[in-house]
Structures are given as structure tokens and as C-alpha cells.
Antibody
Framework: EVQLLESGGGLVQPGGSLRLSCAAS????????MNWVRQAPGKGLEWVSY????????YYADSVKGRFTISRDNAMNSLYLQMDSLRDEDTAVYYC?????????WGQGVLVTVSS | EIVLTQSPATLSLSPGERATLSCRAS??????LAWYQQKPGQAPRLLIY???NRATGIPARFSGSGSGTDFTLTISSLEPEDSAVYYC??????????FGGGTKVEIK
């Protein structure tokens, strides 16, 4: 059974940093690109970032470019999102999602709250 | 950036009725369009990929159609558990990968 489990969320002050993790199991993690998608409270879905299987190609939404860094450790079956210079508008539930003709599997999400 | 516009914003129907949800793209996305269902407090679930292919385990009452700029998600006979927000998403031209704003389906 495919499982994605996010962790690392919480409350952080504006300008602060946070690192999200996503532990994958039940599939060959190193064979799939991965993404982070977020959802602000009461709002729709927003794609945040993508990483290819080898971790050599990364793409970002303009809203996070230069502040967020996606990475992966295939030996540990884990995906990460380093979030720096956080802003109020980054408050959201963050999901990791497997990339396969769409986002075919999602984690349960982790809440990040940016507030003073 | 390809903008996806979903309509209507809300659809209120009775069990057994047919639901028709629309997604229009600002530029052609060929058939690289997916549909997701999201219930309150849950992660989205992939329903349809590449415009018309049902994902694993998705009931046959869900179907997708369209190509280019106009797409439709049809729920042939609504069940109470179909109450949710439905999103479309394109992967034809990216980054960025983009989602529509969603259609909320309410069951009367």
C-alpha cells in the first residue's frame, strides 16, 4: 500500500524557517518524481514544487522561488521542503504528492502557520 | 501560465441526479488534464487522469471528457458520499502545474 506521511509542520514567526519531511513507503520511491502542493485555509490547491527522480531537476512556483528548496533522499525514501523567509501568506496545509499522470497519491498533509 | 476556470462554483443536486462540472483552459492542454475530489479535512484524491481515464478504484459513475481547452467531469448518478469539492489540474505546459479554483458539489 502506497503511503506518504508528512511531518515537520507547526507555528513559525514571519521571516523564520521550517523543514517539512515526507516519508514514503509501499512503492519504489526512486522511480517517481515528487511534488509539494499546498492549500491555504478555506482556499484551493496550489502547486509549490517538483523534483525529478534523481533529484537533479527542481521547479518552483513563483510565489516560493528563492525561498523554498525541495530535495529528496532516495536511500531514505524521503522528500523534503526547506522553507526560509516565511511569510503570512505561506500559512497552509502542505501535501506531498507522487507525480504520475497527475498527482496519483497524496499524504494526509501537515499544517504550517506563519504568525507573530 | 495556463489558467483553468471551473464552473459552476457550486452545484446543488439530489441523490441520483447527474452532475456536470466544467473546466476551461486559457490555452490548449491537449488531453493532459486531471480531476480530483476533496472532502472536508481530507487530502485530494485523483479521480481522472489524461482527461478521460479513471484512476484505480474510482467508481464507474465518474467519467471525464474533452480535449484542448474544454473539459467535463460527469457524475452519472450522485451518491451522498460524492459531496465534495472537485478540482481540475493541467500538466501540458509547466512549470507551473496549475489547478482550477474548484467546484463544490452539494447533495440535497
Amino acid at each position: 500500500e502506497v503511503q506518504l506521511l508528512e511531518s515537520g509542520g507547526g507555528l513559525v514567526q514571519p521571516g523564520g524557517s521550517l523543514r517539512l519531511s515526507c516519508a514514503a513507503s509501499g512503492f519504489s520511491f526512486n522511480n517517481y518524481p515528487m511534488n509539494w502542493v499546498r492549500q491555504a485555509p478555506g482556499k484551493g490547491l496550489e502547486w509549490v514544487s517538483y523534483i525529478n527522480t534523481a533529484g537533479t531537476a527542481m521547479y518552483y512556483a513563483d510565489s516560493v522561488k528563492g525561498r523554498f528548496t525541495i530535495s529528496r533522499d532516495n536511500a531514505m525514501n524521503s522528500l523534503y521542503l526547506q522553507m526560509d523567509s516565511l511569510r503570512d501568506e505561506d500559512t497552509a496545509v502542505y501535501y506531498c504528492a507522487r507525480h504520475e499522470s497527475g498527482f496519483d497519491f497524496w499524504g494526509q498533509g501537515v499544517l504550517v502557520t506563519v504568525s507573530s | 501560465e495556463i489558467v483553468l476556470t471551473q464552473s459552476p462554483a457550486t452545484l446543488s443536486l439530489s441523490p441520483g441526479e447527474r452532475a456536470t462540472l466544467s473546466c476551461r483552459a486559457s490555452h490548449s492542454v491537449s488531453s493532459y488534464l486531471a480531476w480530483y475530489q476533496q472532502k472536508p479535512g481530507q487530502a485530494p484524491r485523483l479521480l481522472i487522469y489524461d482527461a478521460s481515464n479513471r484512476a484505480t478504484g474510482i467508481p464507474a459513475r465518474f467519467s471525464g471528457s474533452g480535449s484542448g481547452t474544454d473539459f467535463t467531469l460527469t457524475i452519472s448518478s450522485l451518491e451522498p458520499e460524492d459531496s465534495a469539492v472537485y478540482y481540475c489540474q493541467q500538466r501540458r505546459s509547466w512549470p507551473p502545474l496549475t489547478f482550477g479554483g474548484g467546484t463544490k458539489v452539494e447533495i440535497k
